[in-house]
């Protein structure tokens, strides 16, 4: 009898030295910290509660044999566990499970667990995810090194996925030359925000669609749309193959105007206005489409986090502790949100602890090829 992630941990580096007194094997030590944080524990402590309460449960599948570990030795395993490595086997095994029809889009973005201080610019464990958007997977993560940015930390976690047919979106920040060069290189599309962070890209753009207007946009493909129980109109002009750009913008393939008006009680209540470049060819709402479910890593993930996994109280400053344990939480999130099931994710993690077909079920959502 198995479990998925029994294969997903077989080729995980065992960050311990090869010792007698290593009592407790890798494979079920990141077995149970995965199911025990589905099931809705936030702490090594309650890691342990849940594996002591279950392991009639986990007898089947995991050795254990010198019991389930303490606290102790979860966090220990968890601090010197190189995140990267353990990201990746998860990410690899999401990666599996998207559908391939058509382009999966792929959004990059950033989210720091508040209370985990660390020297990075936010100053506190801040974690790059790349998010499957349509499938509602976390393909994978890197954590801003001490000192570093997610600026430079977003090639590498990049340079970890199969890119091949995706769409990548990424918010301004990481409006970089060469990260949209790494993602063409890849086999990618990207489509990138433009802000003042890039001006004198922002301004060629704004010429763009300066000139577009001036021939009263002849040529343009246009779309509107009404978002938000019809307090949001959204307007979208693109310009294919735009001229006066920069060089060094990989393979630009149109730029796009997005104009938003908030309506309240039928009148216009706030405009914004922003620009995005883009390496693809098609029609203003499809592109618009990939804008706009840019931000479903915000509500699909990042707020998910923060409500049920309650991730911006974690306090894992221990080595890689809270880069792992991040990760954890991610992959519970997108297994619980691909289950059949109906209730907020915290009903399915309660349901997870106290019904144990249901967290096998839960296990064997995914399964690797």
């Known amino acids: 009898m198995s479990i998925p992630l029994l294969a997903v ?37 309650q ?77 506190c464990l801040h974690l790059v995810e790349a998010w499957a958007v349509e499938n509602r997977l976390i393909l994978g993560q890197r954590s801003v090194p001490e000192g570093g940015h997610e600026i430079t930390t977003a090639p590498d976690l990049l340079g970890a996925l199969d890119l091949t047919g995706a769409v990548v979106t990424v918010d301004a920040a990481f409006c970089q030359k060469e990260l949209v060069s790494q993602i063409r290189t890849q086999g990618g599309h990207y489509v990138v925000c433009v802000k003042g962070n890039q001006k004198g890209l922002r301004g060629a753009v704004a010429e763009v669609f300066a000139r577009a207007g001036e021939d009263a946009f002849a040529g343009c493909d246009m779309g509107s749309a009404v978002e938000d129980g ?15 750009l920069p060089s060094g913008w990989a393979d630009v393939g149109a730029v796009a105007l997005v104009c938003r008006e908030r309506v309240v009680n039928g009148k216009p209540n706030e405009s914004t206005a922003h620009y995005y470049l883009t390496s693809l060819r098609i029609g203003a709402v499809e592109l618009a489409g990939y804008i706009r479910n840019h931000w479903g890593i915000e509500n699909g993930l990042h707020w998910c986090l923060d409500i049920a996994f309650r991730e911006d109280d974690s306090r894992a400053r221990a080595g890689h502790a809270g880069a792992n344990l991040g990760m954890i939480r991610r992959v519970a999130l997108s297994l619980l949100q691909r289950a059949d099931t109906k209730g907020s994710i915290r009903t399915r993690r309660m349901k997870a602890a106290w019904d144990d077909q249901y967290l096998l079920k839960v296990l064997k959502i995914l399964t690797t090829k």
């Open 230 to 244: 019809h307090e949001e109109e959204r307007y979208v002009t693109v310009v294919e193959d735009p001229e006066g």
């Open 47 to 123: 890691v342990a509660a849940f594996g002591r309460a279950k392991q009639t449960l986990f007898a089947p599948y995991l050795r254990l044999p010198h019991g389930v570990p303490s606290p102790d030795t979860f966090e220990r395993v968890f601090a010197k566990l190189d995140p990267d490595a353990f990201a990746d086997r998860f990410g690899r095994w999401m990666a599996a499970a998207c559908e391939s029809t058509g382009l999966v889009h792929v959004a990059i973005d950033g989210k720091s667990a508040r209370r985990s201080t660390k020297n990075t610019f936010t100053g």
């Open 9 to 45: 941990f077989a080729d995980v580096p065992d960050p311990r030295r090869e010792t007698k007194n290593k009592l407790h094997e890798l494979v079920d030590i990141l077995t149970l910290a995965t199911c025990a944080v589905i099931a809705g524990a936030d702490g090594w402590d």
